[in-house]
């Protein structure tokens, strides 16, 4: 018998960096919904979901959110690798952690585009929708991404989202575009 084989999707990371209410959970799902109905396997890593469990019982030290990053970067790249695509809405504020990311994928010669939701500090903290920028603003936080915490921008995004001048589904349509250039679509 002839044992016929049928080729494996291309998978990828699709990772989502921005300050808090830039409006990465909300683009994370416009395209995550649109790639499922398009018979896609798709992950979505919600850095708040992993807190959760993955990542539980850690807090927002540089140290842990690098080891956040560090630990959803690592199960992000094995689905990838292995025909999923993998959206990744994380503020990931620093770049040497992004960076380690992109070179776990460089590693094994999988896709990984990186998005910049580049939503102005002023427009997040007017958004505000966890009550973070009103909790920092009255001293019940501090470390706030953006605010009294660094946010690094990546140098060299595969895409600049700017939420400030588009609908959510354009924003949306922005990155599919990108995966559909790059023909993982
Ligand atoms: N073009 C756009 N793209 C995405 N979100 C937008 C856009 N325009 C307005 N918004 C609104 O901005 C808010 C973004 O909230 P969202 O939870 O997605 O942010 P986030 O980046 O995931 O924040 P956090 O880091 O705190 O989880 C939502 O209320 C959304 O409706
Ligand atoms: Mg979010």
Redesign the pocket.
């Known amino acids: 018998m002839r044992m016929t084989t049928t080729p494996r999707a291309q998978g990828a990371t699709v990772w989502l960096t921005?300050l808090?209410?830039?409006?990465?959970?909300?683009?994370a799902r416009l395209l995550g919904d649109r790639l499922k109905t398009e018979g896609h396997r798709v992950e979505v890593l919600d850095?708040?979901e992993i807190r959760r469990f993955l990542s539980a019982g850690l807090g927002f030290s540089r140290a842990d959110r690098n080891t956040n990053v560090q630990r959803i970067g690592l199960v992000s790249e094995v689905l990838a690798r292995n025909g999923v695509l993998s959206v990744v809405?994380l503020?990931a504020p620093h770049a040497d952690s992004r960076e380690a990311v992109r070179k776990r994928h460089e590693a094994s010669a999988t896709p990984y585009v990186e998005v910049h939701?580049a939503t102005p500090v002023e427009v997040c903290s007017a958004?505000d929708?966890?009550g973070?920028y009103a909790r920092q603003a009255t001293g019940r936080l501090t470390g706030l991404t953006g605010v009294d915490d660094p946010y690094e921008p990546p140098v060299d995004p595969s895409l600049v989202v700017r939420?400030q001048l588009?609908?959510?589904q354009?924003?949306a349509a922005a990155v599919y575009a990108v995966l559909a250039e790059r023909g993982l679509v």
């Open positions: 921005g808090p209410s830039a409006g990465k959970t909300t683009i850095g708040d809405p503020i939701v958004r929708v966890k973070l939420t588009q609908t959510p354009e924003s």
